[in-house]
């Protein structure tokens, strides 16, 4: 059985920052690319950060500078860590992972306000 399980969020003030967690089971781990997509209330789920199997990474324009993404092959876990957060990136943020098939995690809330 596939599992993907996030972690971290909660509710930061602008300016704060968080790290998000997604733990992973039932995939090969190392093949898949993983990544962060978020989801504002009354909007499209979007693309926040993505690293390939290999460790290349790519960022959405509104979080370069501000967000890493990372991977660790050896606890089969991916994470974001957000800093400089904005009220703008309150959303439910979401892993995804990659291969032949995709998963999706279940979301964990980000509210970013003072």
């Known amino acids: 059985q596939v599992r993907l399980v996030e972690s971290g969020g909660g509710l930061v003030q602008p300016g704060g920052s968080l790290r998000l967690s997604c733990a992973t089971s039932g995939i090969i781990f190392n093949i898949h690319a993983m990544g962060w997509y978020r989801q504002a209330p009354g909007e499209e789920r979007e693309l926040v950060a993505v690293?390939?199997?290999?460790?290349?990474?790519n960022y959405a324009d509104s979080v370069k500078g501000r967000f890493t993404i990372s991977r660790d092959n050896a606890k089969n876990t991916v994470y974001l860590q957000m800093n400089s957060l904005k009220p703008e990136d309150t959303a439910v943020y979401y892993c995804?992972?990659?291969?032949?098939?995709?998963?999706w995690g279940q979301g964990t809330q980000v509210t970013v306000s003072s």
């Open positions: 690293v390939s199997s290999g460790g290349s990474t």
């Open positions: 995804n992972a990659r291969a032949i098939k995709q998963y």
